[in-house]
């Protein structure tokens, strides 16, 4: 066989097995890159924002702050619960400008749960609930709050109690913050343990900030405090503080 006939025939195999390749489904690149972006713009059309539904009539929300400065605006919601333990509780905040235009709401799809939400209230608790992730376009004046429904199943007679220590505040290049520890008191592993820190000054809210402790091991397994450092929005230095740390995983 000559040098050309074999050339000949080698492209004519290499072409049919490109024509069978094609046949059996083996995806291009660019058919791959398209299937991506058509499952990502899915996965994005699936998510869901928040909803309130059904208020929460045992949640009564006694106050909705706002406090801002160059590093950006936090939205603080005292809730009080008047009924039994609650578990998932969903928090829908709007904030407006003075005019009343609404420049921010917390509805939108794929936010982390713990800025829709409060993982547990205790019966007849209170607790502060912040949101420091605002992103507004003018200058916010006022939030409402409204309180839904819980979505958690019922909770244990003894909640997982977390510890706050130590905490003191300071200033340094980045802003205001509070620094402390906590402990773990129960037997239960704490994951993405919330710690909210807001200072009030004769009973107006100042400052607020917020941290994720990813995980908090029992404190008789590790045998020493978790530190935090929560960042603040606004100015706590002549304010009482109050921090706290609502348990996440219960049993």
Known sequence: ????????????????????????????????????????????????????GAVNAKVKVEDAAIVQDPNGVAAVVRLKNTGSTQVTVPIAITVSDAQGKKLYANDTPGLDPSLTSVAVLKAGGEVDWVNNQILVAGKAAKAAAEVGQAKGKGAPSALPEIAIEGVTHGQDEDGFFAQGTLRNESAVSQKRLVVTCVARDGGKVVAAGRAVVEKLDPFATVKKPTKFTVFFIGDPKSAKLDCSAPPTVLS
Request: charged share 20%; hydrophobic share 50%.
């Open 1 to 52: 066989m000559g040098a050309r006939k074999a050339i000949i025939l080698l492209a004519a195999a290499s072409a049919t097995a490109l024509s069978l390749t094609g046949c059996f489904g083996v995806e291009t690149t660019p058919e791959k890159s398209a299937k991506a972006a058509a499952k990502a713009k899915n996965a994005v059309t699936a998510q869901k924002g928040l909803k309130i």
